[in-house]
């Protein structure tokens, strides 16, 4: 199976400040096809997970743009720039481009 | 406006069958895929298996022996069954869909012996 690191493991910003997660996986995430299906998801406290970024780089609809995602191969970056009160949560990777799909194991998120 | 909801029975047995249903909404079960996903209490995500937009299945080898997963295209219902439970299957279960954008609230269940 497809292991995805996450790193760090918890991550304190103040309100402003621009953070980085990282996620490396154990094999490419290149697809035959083309695509790299790694994405981004943050749960908020007590609530269910929502996909922030999808296919690397490609915001969802509805997400603020100071998210944003980066990397090809086995490495990945989620930033975001200008950490707000309403990102505290824990932010996971997933990969859907080798069977079973994976999660990291998750970074989260504290404002100091 | 699509809606993923997920019906569980709360409490089960050890050794016991568990049977989650999704109910969806707003989009058809032939079109995309739905995962399950589960969540240990304080532990991160779990992904069970997939019914494609196909009706085909793909499991997490780790569950596989146990797990299975159909569906109702007619009332728009995915079914996820999963035998043998112990303690350690205490988890939040979650239905997904197109491509993680779609979560149901979730359903948690307790396996207690």
Redesign the interface.
Known sequence: ?VVLTQTPPTLSATIGQSVSISCRSSQSLLHSNGNTYL?W?L?RPGQ????LI?LVSRL?SGVPNRFSGSGSGTDFTLKISGVEAEDLG?Y?C?Q?TH????????TKLEIK | QVQMKETGPGLVQTTQTLSVTCTVSGFSLTSYGVHWVRQAPGKGLEWMGIIWGDGSTNYNSALKSRLSISRDTSKSQVFLTMNSLQTDDTAVYYCVSRGFAYWGQGTLVTVSS
């Open positions: 199976d994405h998801l749960q269910s997970p929502q996909l999808y969802e824990v996971y997933v859907g069977a079973p799909l994976t999660f990291g194991s998750g």
